[in-house]
């Protein structure tokens, strides 16, 4: 057992990716089952915000953009579901610890998108803040799980493209329309701050996953440089980040920024958050309506096969 672990530790160091007939220790592969069913849970629900948005689009472009974002966030769950699978878990299963509550997903989903101009503050900093994240899991120490993050990232980026450019155009626009980006930016900096999770000496995952290569930073590296990307970035809109702290630190070559709210990110995490019911109950209701397709899926899977066994037979 012993030298199981050292030789997995060695391959690590090397470099090498684990794939799902490897030996791994357990509590590997159950942080990875944590990590990428969690994650694919996040970008289920997370379809919810801005699908919220999809009918009442301003215009076939940005109606056809924000189509195609949220159905790219379907297919990243079911790419991280799949990957997910191959650590010995079932689908059913996953959804079972999403519809039961006992998985968690991200906090930023739990909260309203109120205005249209959410769809650029989510696209900008939401998206941000994931690619920030989800860059380095191309290189993370699973194999189908980078595999699966190499895609999610291509799209992401365009997600994130596409957010900017939306908020670019209306803050060029009215007065109303450059008080509604404002607004947006306002309530969606900070849940976007937490994302990345608590500090570093308050993450009881962080030391092993990075021992593990799971993760390749920390959570507060990958938030100092969302915070000093945003900071620019923002420049270009003619906008401000809702931080009367945020300052250029010469001495560290970053941006100082405030106090996270952690009282308020433990209880979004803690499903208080302002919609952390409705979201759970619509992905409920998704599952209870889904069940005829599934049943008639599985019904039309057994009749092709045995359709190909009779098929076999006769020919034999
Ligand atoms: N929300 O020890 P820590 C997307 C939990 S999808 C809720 O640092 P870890 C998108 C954490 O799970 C974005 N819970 O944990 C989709 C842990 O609790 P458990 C999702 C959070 O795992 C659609 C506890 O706090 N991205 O981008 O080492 C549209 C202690 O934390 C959160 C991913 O899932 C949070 N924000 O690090 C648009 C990326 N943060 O599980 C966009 C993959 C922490 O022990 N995941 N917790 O009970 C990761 O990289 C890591 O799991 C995290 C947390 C950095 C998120």
Not at 178 to 184: L, P, T
Request: aromatic share 10%; hydrophobic share 40%.
């Amino acid at each position: 057992m012993m030298d199981n672990n050292i030789a997995f530790q060695q391959k690590i160091d090397a470099e090498i990716k684990i794939e799902p007939k490897d030996w791994m220790p357990e509590k590997y592969r159950q942080t990875l089952i944590r990590q990428i069913s969690q994650h694919a849970h996040s970008e289920i629900v997370g379809m919810l915000p801005e699908g919220n948005w999809i009918s009442r689009a301003p215009s076939l472009k940005r109606k056809a953009i924000l189509l195609a974002k949220v159905q790219d966030e379907a297919g990243h769950g079911l790419y991280l579901y799949s990957a997910a699978e191959t650590l010995g878990i079932s689908r059913d299963e996953m959804y079972n610890q999403l519809h039961t509550g006992k998985a968690k997903y991200s906090s930023i989903f739990n909260y309203p998108t109120l205005t249209w101009a959410d769809m650029g503050a989510i696209g900008w900093l939401v998206d941000g803040a994931a690619i920030m994240n989800q860059v380095p899991l191309c290189r993370t120490s699973y194999g189908p799980y980078a595999r699966a993050m190499v895609r999610v990232c291509k799209e992401e980026s365009f997600h994130q493209r596409q957010g900017f450019e939306a908020l670019l155009h209306m803050s060029k626009g009215t007065p109303e329309q450059i008080a509604m980006c404002q607004d947006a930016i306002n309530r969606w900096w900070w849940p976007s701050v937490m994302m990345f999770g608590p500090n570093d000496d308050e993450s009881p995952n962080t030391k092993q996953s990075m021992a593990w290569k799971i993760k390749r930073f920390t959570n507060d590296e990958l938030r100092q440089k969302f915070v000093d990307i945003s900071a620019e970035q923002v420049k270009l809109l003619g906008l401000t980040l809702p931080d009367p702290d945020l300052k250029w630190n010469e001495e560290r070559q970053h941006y100082d920024f405030g106090a996270i709210n952690w009282d308020e990110f433990w209880q979004v995490v803690a499903g208080n958050g302002p919609c952390n019911k409705q979201r759970l109950s619509t992905r409920k209701k998704a599952w209870e309506n889904g069940e005829w397709v599934r049943n008639a899926a599985t019904a039309h899977a057994e009749k092709r096969k045995q359709r190909a066994v009779q098929k076999e037979l006769v020919e034999a």
